[in-house]
């Protein structure tokens, strides 16, 4: 027979498979009263964890690209869309004028805008006014309006989820993520 552990010592618990080869006591050829082996088996040192803290597990990697998209469309909206505008910009290209928009206001554009910017200028390969610059072909207050258009509907109706989405398929999605952090 056992003696019972007194209340004032302190008893660790340890969870561990009682099949395990590794799982030794020194009470482990001690028989009960029934003649079976003792179940009380401890495990090794190495076994016990350091801290009782649950561990957290790692967030996959869907996870973590959802947590910046989110954070990333939080942080578009943000920043105001400049009501301000006067000034017309000379540019040759969508993605010139693009450049220009985000040194004069200081502002980043949305990554749905600068993925629409560059098939804008795709469009025009090919066309027969290609090697034109575009502002002989549009007015600049019209394309500069056409830009902060596209930039408002991305900033203020994107999901992030979208985002995600689109981000998971394309591993150089921040080649198109502007790094100008405007002051808010």
């Known amino acids: 027979m056992k003696r019972p552990v007194p209340w004032n010592d302190q008893i660790d618990f340890i969870l561990s498979d009682p099949s ?20 009380s088996k401890h495990s090794s040192d190495a076994d016990v964890p350091i801290n009782d803290q649950p561990t957290e597990e790692k967030p996959s990697e869907e996870e973590m690209v959802t947590r910046s998209a ?40 949305h990554y749905l805008t600068n993925i629409r910017i560059k098939e804008w200028d795709k469009m025009r390969i090919g066309h027969e006014d290609e090697d034109r610059p575009l502002d002989s072909i549009i007015h600049p207050a019209k394309a500069e309006a056409s830009i902060w258009l596209t930039e408002e509907v991305h900033r203020l109706t994107t999901s992030h ?7 998971a398929s394309d591993p150089m999605h921040y080649a198109f993520i502007d790094p100008i952090f405007p002051r808010l």
């Open 161 to 167: 989820y979208h985002l995600a989405k689109l981000w």
């Open 20 to 39: 395990s080869p590794s799982s030794s006591s020194a009470d482990d050829d001690e028989d009960d009263d029934d003649g079976s082996e003792s179940e």
């Open 70 to 109: 989110k954070m990333y469309q939080d942080y578009m909206n943000q920043i105001p869309i400049p009501s301000q505008r006067g000034s017309v910009i000379p540019f040759n290209s969508w993605t010139g004028l693009a450049k220009s928009i985000k040194q004069l206001y200081g502002q980043p554009l």
